[in-house]
Protein backbone atom coordinates (compact mmCIF):
# COMPACT_ATOMS: atom_id res chain seq x y z
CA UNK A 1 0.00 0.00 0.00
CA UNK A 2 1.39 3.25 -0.78
CA UNK A 3 0.63 6.57 0.68
CA UNK A 4 1.50 8.76 -2.87
CA UNK A 5 -1.61 9.65 -2.75
CA UNK A 6 -4.33 11.32 -0.10
CA UNK A 7 -7.04 8.71 -0.63
CA UNK A 8 -5.07 5.47 -0.41
CA UNK A 9 -6.33 4.09 3.03
CA UNK A 10 -4.33 1.13 5.03
CA UNK A 11 -5.25 -1.95 4.20
CA UNK A 12 -7.68 -4.01 7.10
CA UNK A 13 -4.66 -5.51 8.52
CA UNK A 14 -2.89 -2.68 9.01
CA UNK A 15 -5.37 -0.61 10.65
CA UNK A 16 -5.82 -3.29 12.80
CA UNK A 17 -2.29 -3.28 13.56
CA UNK A 18 -2.85 0.43 14.34
CA UNK A 19 -6.03 -0.11 15.88
CA UNK A 20 -4.53 -2.37 18.41
CA UNK A 21 -1.82 -0.24 19.57
CA UNK A 22 -4.07 2.84 19.92
CA UNK A 23 -6.37 1.20 22.30
CA UNK A 24 -3.31 0.10 24.62
CA UNK A 25 -1.14 3.26 24.54
CA UNK A 26 -4.32 5.89 24.50
CA UNK A 27 -7.07 3.30 25.47
CA UNK A 28 -8.97 4.58 22.51
CA UNK A 29 -10.83 2.33 20.30
CA UNK A 30 -11.13 2.89 16.33
CA UNK A 31 -13.47 1.16 14.87
CA UNK A 32 -12.68 0.40 10.99
CA UNK A 33 -15.10 3.11 9.63
CA UNK A 34 -12.40 5.24 11.16
CA UNK A 35 -9.87 3.97 8.70
CA UNK A 36 -9.91 7.60 6.82
CA UNK A 37 -9.53 9.72 10.10
CA UNK A 38 -6.30 7.36 10.28
CA UNK A 39 -4.99 7.94 6.61
CA UNK A 40 -6.31 11.73 7.26
CA UNK A 41 -3.81 12.41 10.28
CA UNK A 42 -0.93 9.98 9.15
CA UNK A 43 -0.36 10.00 5.78
CA UNK A 44 1.57 13.22 5.24
CA UNK A 45 3.84 11.97 8.38
CA UNK A 46 4.81 8.79 6.38
CA UNK A 47 6.20 10.93 3.33
CA UNK A 48 7.81 12.83 5.74
CA UNK A 49 9.78 10.15 7.18
CA UNK A 50 10.11 8.60 3.91
CA UNK A 51 8.16 5.44 4.03
CA UNK A 52 5.89 3.86 1.64
CA UNK A 53 3.26 1.69 3.92
CA UNK A 54 1.26 2.02 6.76
CA UNK A 55 3.09 -0.97 7.83
CA UNK A 56 6.10 0.24 7.79
CA UNK A 57 5.57 3.07 9.72
CA UNK A 58 3.74 1.08 12.28
CA UNK A 59 7.30 -1.42 12.81
CA UNK A 60 9.38 1.68 12.99
CA UNK A 61 7.36 3.37 15.48
CA UNK A 62 7.29 0.05 17.72
CA UNK A 63 10.52 -0.55 17.25
CA UNK A 64 13.74 0.05 19.14
CA UNK A 65 14.17 3.50 17.86
CA UNK A 66 10.61 4.31 17.41
CA UNK A 67 9.67 5.75 20.73
CA UNK A 68 9.65 9.95 20.08
CA UNK A 69 7.64 8.90 16.31
CA UNK A 70 5.39 6.62 18.51
CA UNK A 71 4.48 9.83 20.55
CA UNK A 72 4.24 11.80 17.70
CA UNK A 73 1.80 9.23 15.45
CA UNK A 74 0.17 8.94 19.22
CA UNK A 75 -0.63 12.79 19.18
CA UNK A 76 -1.66 13.24 15.55
CA UNK A 77 -4.64 10.67 16.49
CA UNK A 78 -5.98 12.63 19.12
CA UNK A 79 -8.50 14.93 18.68
CA UNK A 80 -7.87 18.02 20.50
CA UNK A 81 -11.09 20.58 19.95
CA UNK A 82 -11.78 22.54 22.83
CA UNK A 83 -12.48 26.34 23.27
CA UNK A 84 -13.40 28.75 26.37
CA UNK A 85 -16.08 27.90 28.53
CA UNK A 86 -17.70 25.15 26.35
CA UNK A 87 -20.61 23.55 27.66
CA UNK A 88 -21.56 27.18 29.89
CA UNK A 89 -24.24 25.00 32.19
CA UNK A 90 -21.11 23.01 33.60
CA UNK A 91 -19.85 26.82 34.58
CA UNK A 92 -23.11 28.18 36.44
CA UNK A 93 -23.17 24.89 38.58
CA UNK A 94 -19.42 25.74 39.62
CA UNK A 95 -20.17 29.06 39.90
CA UNK A 96 -24.00 29.03 41.88
CA UNK A 97 -23.66 25.64 43.27
CA UNK A 98 -20.43 24.33 44.20
CA UNK A 99 -18.69 27.72 45.37
CA UNK A 100 -21.36 29.22 47.54
CA UNK A 101 -21.39 25.80 49.54
CA UNK A 102 -17.62 24.76 49.81
CA UNK A 103 -16.52 25.20 53.27
CA UNK A 104 -14.20 28.08 53.84
CA UNK A 105 -10.45 27.85 55.38
CA UNK A 106 -9.83 24.76 53.15
CA UNK A 107 -8.31 24.77 49.61
CA UNK A 108 -10.22 23.84 46.55
CA UNK A 109 -8.31 21.24 44.67
CA UNK A 110 -9.20 20.77 41.19
CA UNK A 111 -8.14 19.13 38.11
CA UNK A 112 -8.97 19.53 34.22
CA UNK A 113 -7.88 15.77 33.14
CA UNK A 114 -7.69 16.25 30.01
CA UNK A 115 -7.15 19.65 29.38
CA UNK A 116 -5.92 20.15 25.35
CA UNK A 117 -4.55 23.45 24.46
CA UNK A 118 -6.02 25.04 27.97
CA UNK A 119 -8.94 26.72 27.04
CA UNK A 120 -10.86 24.67 29.47
CA UNK A 121 -8.95 24.90 32.26
CA UNK A 122 -7.84 28.98 32.06
CA UNK A 123 -11.72 28.77 31.69
CA UNK A 124 -11.85 27.20 35.41
CA UNK A 125 -9.14 29.38 36.51
CA UNK A 126 -10.79 33.01 35.72
CA UNK A 127 -13.88 31.84 37.70
CA UNK A 128 -12.19 30.87 40.41
CA UNK A 129 -10.15 33.70 40.36
CA UNK A 130 -13.24 35.76 40.57
CA UNK A 131 -15.10 33.54 42.27
CA UNK A 132 -13.74 30.93 44.64
CA UNK A 133 -13.83 32.77 48.38
CA UNK A 134 -11.02 30.34 49.25
CA UNK A 135 -7.87 29.72 48.21
CA UNK A 136 -7.40 26.83 45.49
CA UNK A 137 -5.39 24.86 43.05
CA UNK A 138 -5.80 23.79 39.41
CA UNK A 139 -3.43 20.74 38.20
CA UNK A 140 -4.20 20.24 34.41
CA UNK A 141 -3.03 17.17 32.75
CA UNK A 142 -3.15 15.71 28.83
CA UNK A 143 -1.16 13.32 27.28
CA UNK A 144 -0.23 14.77 24.45
CA UNK A 145 3.04 16.95 25.55
CA UNK A 146 2.45 19.14 22.25
CA UNK A 147 -0.67 20.43 23.60
CA UNK A 148 0.02 20.99 26.95
CA UNK A 149 2.81 23.18 25.52
CA UNK A 150 1.07 25.42 23.83
CA UNK A 151 -1.58 25.49 26.99
CA UNK A 152 1.26 26.40 28.81
CA UNK A 153 2.06 29.16 26.56
CA UNK A 154 -1.48 30.48 26.68
CA UNK A 155 -1.47 32.61 23.46
CA UNK A 156 -4.88 32.29 21.65
CA UNK A 157 -5.75 34.08 18.06
CA UNK A 158 -8.96 36.60 18.38
CA UNK A 159 -10.98 34.24 16.96
CA UNK A 160 -10.57 31.72 19.94
CA UNK A 161 -11.34 34.14 22.75
CA UNK A 162 -15.24 34.80 21.44
CA UNK A 163 -16.99 32.87 24.68
CA UNK A 164 -14.48 34.50 26.61
CA UNK A 165 -16.88 36.87 29.08
CA UNK A 166 -15.49 41.09 28.47
CA UNK A 167 -14.89 41.61 32.45
CA UNK A 168 -12.78 38.24 31.87
CA UNK A 169 -10.82 39.33 29.11
CA UNK A 170 -10.19 42.82 30.66
CA UNK A 171 -9.20 41.30 33.67
CA UNK A 172 -7.33 38.24 32.28
CA UNK A 173 -6.11 38.29 29.32
CA UNK A 174 -4.02 40.92 27.23
CA UNK A 175 -3.82 41.81 23.73
CA UNK A 176 -0.59 41.13 21.97
CA UNK A 177 1.49 43.91 20.24
CA UNK A 178 3.56 44.01 16.80
CA UNK A 179 4.35 40.09 15.71
CA UNK A 180 1.73 39.07 18.32
CA UNK A 181 -1.22 41.56 16.79
CA UNK A 182 -4.32 39.01 16.46
CA UNK A 183 -3.89 37.19 19.57
CA UNK A 184 -4.24 37.57 23.66
CA UNK A 185 -2.34 36.13 25.82
CA UNK A 186 -3.14 34.89 29.19
CA UNK A 187 -2.02 37.25 32.31
CA UNK A 188 0.95 35.94 34.07
CA UNK A 189 -0.62 35.96 37.28
CA UNK A 190 -3.19 33.63 36.06
CA UNK A 191 -0.97 31.07 34.39
CA UNK A 192 1.07 31.22 37.44
CA UNK A 193 -1.58 29.90 39.42
CA UNK A 194 -2.35 26.76 36.95
CA UNK A 195 -0.08 24.22 36.69
CA UNK A 196 0.42 21.59 33.66
CA UNK A 197 1.74 18.52 33.12
CA UNK A 198 1.80 15.36 30.96
CA UNK A 199 -0.85 12.30 31.75
CA UNK A 200 -2.11 9.46 30.29
CA UNK A 201 -5.51 8.36 31.68
CA UNK A 202 -5.39 5.08 30.42
CA UNK A 203 -2.03 4.18 32.60
CA UNK A 204 -1.51 4.55 36.50
CA UNK A 205 -1.89 7.67 38.04
CA UNK A 206 0.91 9.33 40.25
CA UNK A 207 0.39 10.63 43.64
CA UNK A 208 -1.50 13.73 43.21
CA UNK A 209 -3.58 13.90 46.35
CA UNK A 210 -7.25 14.17 46.55
CA UNK A 211 -9.18 16.41 44.24
CA UNK A 212 -12.46 18.36 44.96
CA UNK A 213 -13.48 18.75 41.69
CA UNK A 214 -12.34 16.95 38.23
CA UNK A 215 -13.51 17.99 34.39
CA UNK A 216 -12.96 15.17 32.43
CA UNK A 217 -14.92 16.55 29.65
CA UNK A 218 -14.61 15.27 25.76
CA UNK A 219 -12.26 12.47 25.82
CA UNK A 220 -14.29 9.44 27.57
CA UNK A 221 -16.36 9.61 24.59
CA UNK A 222 -13.19 8.27 22.50
CA UNK A 223 -12.26 5.23 24.74
CA UNK A 224 -14.05 1.62 24.80
CA UNK A 225 -16.25 0.75 27.85
CA UNK A 226 -13.65 -0.93 29.64
CA UNK A 227 -10.84 1.43 29.61
CA UNK A 228 -14.06 4.18 30.64
CA UNK A 229 -14.43 2.06 33.74
CA UNK A 230 -10.96 1.83 34.68
CA UNK A 231 -10.14 5.36 33.84
CA UNK A 232 -13.12 6.40 36.05
CA UNK A 233 -12.41 4.03 38.79
CA UNK A 234 -9.02 5.77 38.76
CA UNK A 235 -10.41 9.09 38.91
CA UNK A 236 -13.13 8.01 41.49
CA UNK A 237 -10.08 7.21 44.10
CA UNK A 238 -8.50 10.93 43.48
CA UNK A 239 -11.58 12.35 44.59
CA UNK A 240 -12.39 13.40 48.00
CA UNK A 241 -15.80 12.57 49.82
CA UNK A 242 -18.66 14.53 47.81
CA UNK A 243 -16.19 15.35 45.16
CA UNK A 244 -17.51 16.24 42.30
CA UNK A 245 -16.79 15.18 38.14
CA UNK A 246 -17.62 16.96 34.98
CA UNK A 247 -17.91 14.87 31.85
CA UNK A 248 -19.02 15.83 28.71
CA UNK A 249 -22.72 16.27 27.92
CA UNK A 250 -22.62 13.80 25.04
CA UNK A 251 -20.59 11.37 27.75
CA UNK A 252 -22.81 9.20 30.04
CA UNK A 253 -21.88 7.48 32.81
CA UNK A 254 -24.93 4.84 32.74
CA UNK A 255 -24.19 0.85 32.85
CA UNK A 256 -20.02 1.81 33.05
CA UNK A 257 -19.43 2.72 36.68
CA UNK A 258 -21.58 2.22 40.16
CA UNK A 259 -19.17 4.87 41.91
CA UNK A 260 -20.91 7.85 40.59
CA UNK A 261 -24.24 9.45 40.90
CA UNK A 262 -26.15 11.77 38.75
CA UNK A 263 -26.51 15.61 40.04
CA UNK A 264 -27.16 16.90 37.09
CA UNK A 265 -26.44 16.25 33.29
CA UNK A 266 -23.04 15.39 32.91
CA UNK A 267 -22.10 16.22 36.52
CA UNK A 268 -21.65 13.58 39.13
CA UNK A 269 -21.17 13.06 42.31
CA UNK A 270 -19.05 10.32 43.85
CA UNK A 271 -20.73 7.87 46.08
C1 LIG B 1 -11.58 16.78 22.55
S1 LIG B 1 -10.30 17.23 23.66
C2 LIG B 1 -11.25 17.82 25.05
C3 LIG B 1 -10.62 19.05 25.71
C4 LIG B 1 -11.42 19.66 26.85
N1 LIG B 1 -11.52 18.74 27.96
C5 LIG B 1 -12.77 20.11 26.41
O1 LIG B 1 -13.77 19.49 26.77
O2 LIG B 1 -12.87 21.09 25.67
C6 LIG B 1 -9.77 15.62 24.22
C7 LIG B 1 -8.39 15.63 24.87
O3 LIG B 1 -8.18 14.36 25.48
C8 LIG B 1 -6.82 14.03 25.33
N2 LIG B 1 -6.65 12.57 25.48
C9 LIG B 1 -6.97 11.58 24.61
N3 LIG B 1 -6.62 10.38 25.09
C10 LIG B 1 -6.06 10.61 26.31
C11 LIG B 1 -5.49 9.78 27.31
N4 LIG B 1 -5.42 8.46 27.15
N5 LIG B 1 -5.01 10.36 28.42
C12 LIG B 1 -5.07 11.71 28.60
N6 LIG B 1 -5.60 12.55 27.70
C13 LIG B 1 -6.08 12.02 26.56
C14 LIG B 1 -6.46 14.52 23.94
O4 LIG B 1 -5.07 14.70 23.80
C15 LIG B 1 -7.26 15.82 23.87
O5 LIG B 1 -6.49 16.93 24.21
Redesign the pocket.
Known sequence: MTVESVNQLPSDQEFYLFQQLILQR???FLPLQKKALLTNRLWKRLRECDLTTYEDYYNFIVGKKGEAELHLAMELI??????FF?EQKHFDYLEQSILPNFKSGKKLRVW?????TG??PYSIAMLLADKCQTEWELEC????KT?IEQARRAIYPNARIQNIPRNYLHRFCRKGIGPQDGFVRVTQDLRDKVNFFT????QSFPDLGKFDLV?L???LI?FENDTKAKVLDRIANMLNPNGVLFV?HSESLHGVTQRFAPIKPAIYRLV
Open positions: LGITTNETYRSAAASEESDVNVLNLNFRNVYG
